[in-house]
C-alpha cells in the first residue's frame, strides 16, 4: 500500500498523476477465512480494519452483496455527535468521536471530520428543561455539551433567526462542540484501503445466501452467490438486511427496516457554518464542503427495503427547513436518495454475541449509525477476537429485549440523525 | 366568469352516530341514514361503516337514546363548516387535498385530509363543496384556503 | 405516495389518509402473565420484518377510521391484497 505524504504527493506530480495506485484490490473469495464481515459498509470494513490492526487477526474477509459503501454509508447525512442521555449511550458513541479524531492519521486517508459543532435547538420550556437535563447528563460522563443563550446561538451560526417574533422562537440551544461531519465516501474508502493494506480481502457483488452451522450448532461458515466460504467466525453488519440474514441462521431479531431519506440542494457558497437540528420543528441541515446543504428527512411510516421513500416526506422536511430557515426557500434542491434503515424497540444499537456460537452482530443503528462507524467497527471486531464483548458494547446485547434492560433513547431519535 | 367565494356556513346541530347497525340509530332518531360509506342522504353523512355525522338545522334536538346500544353525541360547537362555492371549487380544493376532487360525484361526502388538517367533504353541487373542519384548525385552513384562491 | 385500497370505504384513497400500523395477525396473549420472559419478548418485540410478502395492519384515520390488514411486497412496495380486520391470513 502506497504511504499518502506530501513527499508521494510530489513524486506523482512529477509523473504527471498517471501513476497512482489503486486503493484496494478487488478480491475473489478463497475457501476459507479466519472471519468473515458481511457488509462492506463503514462499519463492516472498520470491524475488518480494527481486526486486523488491533486485536491480530488478519486472514479476513469482507463480503458485500453490493459495491462498498454502497448502502447506508453511501446515504446518510454525516453527522457526528455523542451527547447522548444514558450512560451507556454516552460511553458508546463517544467511543466513537474519540476515534473519529484523529482517523486520518491513523488510515493515512483524509476522512474530513470537522468538528464544526452540533447545535440543538431550543424552541419551548419543554426543549429547555430536556436539552439542559442532556448537558448535564452529558457532562458526568466526560461528554462535552454546553447552554448556548439565543444570541450566543446566534454567534455560532449567523444564519440563525432568534427574533422573538418567529414562529418557532429560539430560547437556546445545546451545542456539543467535538460534533460536526466527515466525508461519507472518504471512510469507507479510507478503511478499505488500509484494511486492504493489512492483508482484508475486500469481496464485492457477493451476496450471503445461507449461514452454514455445524452439528454443535456452531458457525461454520457462509454460501454465497459466488460458492461457500468456511470461517469460524462471523459478523454481520448488514444494516437494513440483518433480520433476512439472521433468518439464515435460524435467529428472530427484535428489528424493523424502514426507508430513511435525505437531499442536498445545488451547490451554494459557505453559508451554513455547523450542523443545526430542531427537534420540534422536526428539520435538521449542515453544509457539505461542496457547498450542498445537506437535510434530513424522516422515515417513512411503513417496513420497507425498496431503498426509496416517498415524496410528500421529503415535502413536509422541506416545510419544516424553511420553517426556521426562511432563506432555503429560493433554493432548488439536486438529489434525494434513501436507504434503508434497521430501528429497534428501544432505538440503541445491537451489538455483540448471538445465541449461534461464531456469529455475531452489530445492527440495530436505525436513523444514526454514521457517527458510530468508528467506535461500531472497533466492538464488533473486538467482541469477534474474545468472543466476549467490550464492556462498552456489554450492555447493547440481543437478550436485553427478553430481561426488560432496554437502553430506552427513542427521545434522542426525535429527529432521524 | 363568476367568482368563486369561501364562506362560513350558517350554523347547525351537528350529532356524531355511532352504532353497530343503521337500523338501531334510526330507530332512536328517526332520521333516514344512508347505508353507503362517503355519502350523503339528505343531512346525514356515513362515514364509515358504524359512523354517521348529521348537520341538522340549528337547535334541532335529538333523542339521545340513552340506555341503548347507541352512542349520540352533540358535537355542534367542535367544529365548523366553510363553503366553497363557484366555478373553482374543485380547483381551490385539489390544492391541498390528495384525493382527486374533480372525479368525485355530487353527493359524495367523507373524512379525507387538507394538507395536514383533517376535514369532512361534501361536494353538495358540481360547483359548491361544504367543508366540515375542527373549530382549532378553521384559522389556518381558512388562511390555506385564501392563499390558494389568490394563487 | 401509496394509493391504497380501504377494504370498508371500497375505494383506492391516498397514503396521506392512513397510518401504519406494524406487523398484522400478532394477537395478544391471552394471559400475559402466564407467558415466560422469552415469549412475552416474542409477542412485543420480535418482528418478521420479510424481504417480500409482508403482513400488516393498515388504519383509515383521516377516512373511516376503520383499521384493516394488507399485503404488501416490501421490495417492490406494491400492495398485493388489502382485506377486512378479522378475516383470516392471505
Known amino acids: ?417 | 366568469m363568476a367568482e368563486t367565494t369561501i364562506t362560513h356556513a350558517a350554523p347547525f346541530a351537528r350529532y356524531s352516530l355511532r352504532a353497530r347497525t343503521p337500523q338501531a340509530l334510526e330507530q332512536v332518531t328517526g332520521l333516514k341514514l344512508p347505508r353507503k360509506i362517503n355519502n350523503a342522504r339528505g343531512d346525514v353523512i356515513c362515514l364509515g361503516p358504524d359512523e354517521w355525522l348529521a348537520l341538522l338545522p340549528d337547535g334541532a334536538k335529538l333523542n339521545m337514546g340513552d340506555g341503548l346500544p347507541v352512542s349520540i353525541a352533540d358535537i355542534s360547537y367542535r367544529q365548523i363548516g366553510i363553503v366553497i362555492e363557484g366555478p373553482r371549487a374543485v380547483e381551490l380544493i385539489a390544492a391541498g387535498c390528495p384525493l382527486d376532487v374533480a372525479r368525485i360525484p355530487v353527493g359524495y361526502a367523507t373524512r379525507t385530509i387538507f394538507e395536514l388538517v383533517e376535514i369532512i367533504l361534501w361536494r353538495q353541487a358540481e360547483t359548491r363543496i361544504h367543508i366540515e373542519v375542527w373549530r382549532s384548525f378553521a384559522p389556518w385552513l381558512c388562511e390555506a384556503l385564501q392563499r390558494s384562491s389568490v394563487d | 405516495m401509496f394509493l391504497i385500497h380501504c377494504p370498508y370505504c371500497d375505494e383506492k384513497r391516498p397514503e396521506n389518509e392512513f397510518a401504519y400500523a406494524g406487523e398484522a395477525h400478532i394477537a395478544r396473549p391471552a394471559d400475559p402473565s402466564a407467558l415466560d420472559d422469552k415469549d412475552w419478548e416474542s409477542y412485543l418485540y420480535i418482528r418478521a420484518n420479510p424481504r417480500g410478502r409482508h403482513h400488516e395492519r393498515w388504519r383509515h384515520i383521516h377516512g373511516c377510521g376503520r383499521f384493516f390488514n394488507a399485503v404488501r411486497d416490501t421490495v417492490s412496495d406494491k400492495f398485493e391484497s388489502t382485506y377486512k380486520a378479522g378475516e383470516p391470513r392471505k
Open chain 1, 1 to 417: 500500500m502506497m504511504r499518502y505524504s506530501a513527499f508521494s504527493l510530489f513524486a506523482q506530480a512529477l509523473k504527471k498523476h498517471q501513476d497512482w495506485p489503486e486503493f484496494w484490490p478487488d478480491a475473489a473469495p478463497k475457501p476459507a477465512y479466519d472471519a468473515i464481515i458481511v457488509g462492506a459498509g463503514g462499519h463492516g470494513l472498520g470491524a475488518a480494519y480494527y481486526l486486523a490492526k488491533k486485536y491480530g487477526i488478519r486472514n479476513v474477509a469482507v463480503i458485500e452483496k453490493g459495491w462498498l459503501g454502497g448502502g447506508n454509508t453511501g446515504r446518510n447525512t454525516t453527522i457526528i455527535r455523542s451527547n447522548y442521555l444514558y450512560d451507556e449511550s454516552a460511553h458508546l458513541y463517544d467511543h466513537a468521536v474519540k476515534l473519529w479524531d484523529g482517523l486520518s492519521q491513523d488510515l493515512n486517508f483524509n476522512v474530513m471530520y470537522s468538528k464544526r459543532g452540533v447545535m440543538m435547538l431550543a424552541h419551548n420550556v419543554h426543549d429547555i428543561q430536556s436539552f439542559k437535563r442532556h448537558i448535564h447528563a452529558n457532562r458526568l460522563n466526560g461528554v462535552d455539551n454546553e447552554w448556548l443563550t439565543p444570541e450566543q446561538a446566534k454567534a455560532y451560526c449567523p444564519p440563525l433567526n432568534i427574533s422573538p417574533d418567529a414562529r418557532y422562537p429560539v430560547l437556546g440551544a445545546a451545542l456539543q462542540r467535538r460534533g460536526g461531519t466527515a466525508r461519507h465516501d472518504s471512510v469507507a474508502w479510507g478503511y478499505a484501503r488500509a484494511a486492504s493494506g493489512l492483508g482484508v480481502d475486500i469481496i464485492q457483488n457477493c451476496a450471503v445466501t445461507g449461514i452454514r452451522r455445524g452439528s454443535d450448532g456452531a458457525v461454520q461458515g457462509v454460501e454465497t452467490t459466488r460458492g461457500y466460504i468456511a470461517a469460524k467466525k462471523v459478523g454481520v453488519s448488514a444494516a437494513g438486511n440483518t433480520s433476512v440474514i439472521m433468518d439464515m441462521a435460524g435467529l428472530r431479531f427484535p428489528l424493523e427496516s424502514y426507508p430513511l431519506q435525505a437531499l442536498v440542494s445545488e451547490p451554494v457558497k459557505p453559508v451554513f457554518p455547523c450542523v443545526v437540528m430542531s427537534n420540534t420543528v422536526h428539520a435538521y441541515m449542515s453544509q457539505s464542503d461542496k457547498g450542498e446543504l445537506v437535510i434530513g428527512a424522516g422515515t417513512d411510516q411503513y417496513v420497507s427495503y425498496s431503498q426509496r421513500g416517498a415524496l410528500h416526506i421529503i415535502e413536509h422536511t422541506l416545510a419544516a427547513i424553511t420553517e426556521i430557515f426562511p432563506f432555503t426557500a429560493r433554493m432548488r434542491m439536486l438529489r434525494s436518495w434513501g436507504g434503508i434503515v434497521d430501528v429497534t424497540p428501544d432505538r440503541s444499537p445491537i451489538l455483540g454475541k448471538t445465541p449461534v456460537p461464531g456469529l455475531y452482530v452489530n445492527c440495530g443503528w436505525g436513523t444514526g449509525g454514521f457517527k458510530a462507524t468508528p467506535g461500531a467497527g472497533d466492538l464488533l471486531a473486538y467482541t469477534m477476537a474474545h468472543d466476549a464483548p467490550h464492556r462498552i458494547n456489554a450492555p447493547f446485547t440481543l437478550e436485553r429485549f427478553r430481561t426488560g434492560r432496554l437502553i430506552d433513547e427513542a427521545a434522542a431519535a426525535a429527529v432521524a440523525h
